[in-house]
């Protein structure tokens, strides 16, 4: 009888453990629904659309949210080395502030549904925001484990949560509190622009798996844009309209490059076409109605379809790699 001893793995026992390896990029899927329960929301308005689509997608958003926010704080507890080695990851690092950015979009999700709750969501998500804006943005400025290669417009994610603010602010908090955010998101925008146009124009181009955070780039003008008109009582001055077109300009022109976006994969960076296609399209079909542009209207109507179609590819697409084992592994 053999008394050869069974060979010992050096991996941890934990190693193959679904929830060590569950990934905060995960709460872009609730970024990316609620964003489409918004742009139905605006539909309904705008185009007649059926209310109850914008409702339920909103209801969802908030299940999917809570289900994430239970299995991410799961792995917190359970996991802690492996949480911080995701949060000290110099690109994964952006993702964390899709936590409190969820909150706030579902607080305008549910503010004519259920006003208390948008209430306790925008403030709790404001606070969280806040938090992980002056984290990030100071592990940045010590950037003793970055390079050029870890900037990506996922860097946008703190940002962008600073300029979505007063959408529901203007309801719910001091107009003071919603230009602060509004002037740090904007201005710290325009700054992150230029470092990615330097890293675009001068260095190699960004990984292909995250090639798709490029449509980041058409969110911080077109959430600047719904948020400045409720700052500005929903006038379209001048200024608003720079920041449409500058959002519709980015949107044409990532439109442009799709024969190189088509070669892609599936990852679950995909989800970064989800919500910034939402913006744009809430912004359409807001500058179309207060303008009265019957081409901008059906420009948002048209985008409308496409995103929401595209939200339903993103669904199978990441389910499908669930199944597969393909999402919650290592890095």
């Known amino acids: 009888m053999s008394t050869t001893p069974a060979p010992h793995s050096a991996e941890p026992a934990h190693a193959s453990s679904w929830l060590a390896h569950f990934p905060i990029t995960l709460f872009a899927t609730i970024m990316g629904t609620t964003g489409l329960a918004i742009a139905w929301h605006k539909s309904a308005q705008v185009l007649a659309m059926p209310p109850g689509v914008g409702i339920?997608?909103?209801y969802l958003a908030?299940?999917?949210?809570?289900v994430l926010l239970l299995g991410y704080g799961?792995?917190?507890v359970r996991y802690p080395g492996e949480f911080l080695d995701e949060f000290n990851h110099p690109v994964r690092i952006s993702f964390f502030p899709a936590i409190s950015i969820s909150a706030i979009l579902l607080s305008i999700a549910f503010l004519h549904i259920l006003p208390s709750l948008s209430w306790a969501l925008w403030w709790g998500g404001v606070a969280l925001h806040l938090v992980f804006t002056l984290v990030i943005?100071?592990?940045w400025i010590h950037h003793t484990h970055y390079q050029i290669q870890h900037s990506t417009p996922a860097w946008f994610i703190p940002v962008v949560g600073n300029i979505l603010v007063p959408i529901a602010g203007m309801t719910h908090g001091s107009p003071?509190?919603?230009w602060f955010f509004f002037s740090?998101?904007?201005v710290f925008w325009i700054v992150l622009l230029t470092v990615m146009m330097n890293r675009f124009f001068f260095h190699p181009p960004v990984a292909t798996k995250l090639l798709p955070t490029l449509f980041i780039l058409i969110a911080p003008p077109a959430v600047g844009f719904l948020s400045y008109l409720a700052l500005d009582g929903g006038v379209v001055d001048n200024f608003a309209r720079v920041l449409y077109y500058v959002g519709l300009f980015t949107t044409l022109l990532l439109f442009y490059q799709l024969p190189q976006f088509r070669k892609v994969p599936f990852f679950m960076s995909w989800w970064a076409y989800s919500f910034p296609l939402a913006a744009i399209t809430i912004a359409s079909l807001s500058m179309g109605s207060i303008i009265g542009s019957g081409f901008l209207i059906?420009?948002?109507g048209t985008l409308l379809a496409l995103t929401t179609a595209l939200i339903a590819l993103l669904v199978v697409l990441t389910l499908k790699a669930i199944a597969d084992g393909k999402v919650f592994i290592p890095e």
């Open 56 to 58: 339920g997608l909103s």
């Open 298 to 300: 059906g420009l948002g």
């Open 176 to 178: 003071e509190i919603s």
């Open 74 to 76: 799961a792995k917190m």
């Open 62 to 66: 908030l299940a999917l949210f809570i």
């Open 137 to 139: 943005m100071s592990s």
């Open 184 to 186: 740090v998101g904007l």
